[in-house]
Antibody
Framework: QVQLQESGPGLVKPSETLSLTCTVS??????????WSWIRQPPGKGLEWIGYMYNSGSTKYNPSLKSRVTISVDTSKNQFSLKLNSVNAADTAVYYCARRVGGSSYKYFDPWGQGTLVTVSS | QSVLTQPPSASGTPGQRVTISCSGS????????VNWYQQLPGAAPKLLIY???QRPSGVPDRFSGSKSGTSASLAISGLQSEDEADYYCATWDDSLNGVVFGGGTKLTVL
């Protein structure tokens, strides 16, 4: 059973880069049919898709964040990562990593990591 | 402002049937399958319904999903106290070229 676990700093200063890692256990990130994803949730608010990497190198990002986001996969460590640069207070959120799976007619996020709170503050 | 519109809250008593709506447009719900996620208090979201009306293994058949045109619905029958959670709909948006979520509905079991 695949499990995901986020890790990284819980506090980031404004204008700096947020960096998080998701460690995958019970399965491999080196499988082309999966989309390794990041989703965030500001405190007390709803979910926002950030983006994903698939096919061992292709990426797709939320247009509203595209200029600041980079998602990458490290197959040697069975991890994938998120970098969000030039952060501000609006980027304060719980960040979730998730696997996007499914066939040609449907796709969904499953499973999800437990989430990690990142606060942007000086 | 979310692309998909959900009522912010819903409620019901134990044993009742409740439905949660999710309204979208031709570029998202009408064109693509809808998924539903359940987020229990303090926990990560969990897949509840995929492909409009499919239940993953382990999800009780009290939960069901449907879609018609630009709207989708989640129905919960035989409401239980442990169903108290936030529920989110999600799908792909062809115009935005990305995944979109509803704003979430907080379900209270009275």
């Amino acid at each position: 059973q695949v499990q995901l676990q986020e890790s990284g700093p819980g506090l980031v200063k404004p204008s700096e880069t947020l960096s998080l890692t998701c460690t995958v256990s019970g399965g491999s990130v080196d499988i082309g049919s999966y989309y390794w994803s990041w989703i965030r949730q500001p405190p007390g608010k709803g979910l926002e898709w950030i983006g994903y990497m698939y096919n061992s190198g292709s990426t797709k990002y939320n247009p509203s964040l595209k200029s600041r986001v980079t998602i990458s996969v490290d197959t040697s460590k069975n991890q994938f990562s998120l970098k969000l640069n030039s952060v501000n207070a609006a980027d304060t959120a719980v960040y979730y990593c998730a696997r996007r799976v499914g066939g040609s007619s449907y796709k969904y996020f499953d499973p999800w990591g437990q989430g990690t709170l990142v606060t942007v503050s000086s | 402002q979310s692309v998909l519109t959900q009522p912010p809250s819903a409620s019901g008593t134990p044993g009742q049937r409740v439905t949660i709506s999710c309204s979208g447009s031709s570029s998202n719900i009408e064109s693509n399958p809808v998924n539903w996620y359940q987020q229990l208090p303090g926990a990560a979201p969990k897949l509840l319904i995929y492909g409009n009306n499919q239940r993953p293994s382990g999800v009780p058949d009290r939960f069901s999903g449907s879609k018609s045109g630009t709207s989708a619905s989640l129905a919960i029958s035989g409401l239980q106290s442990e169903d108290e959670a936030d529920y989110y709909c999600a799908t792909w948006d062809d115009s935005l070229n990305g995944v979109v979520f509803g704003g979430g509905t907080k379900l209270t079991v009275l």
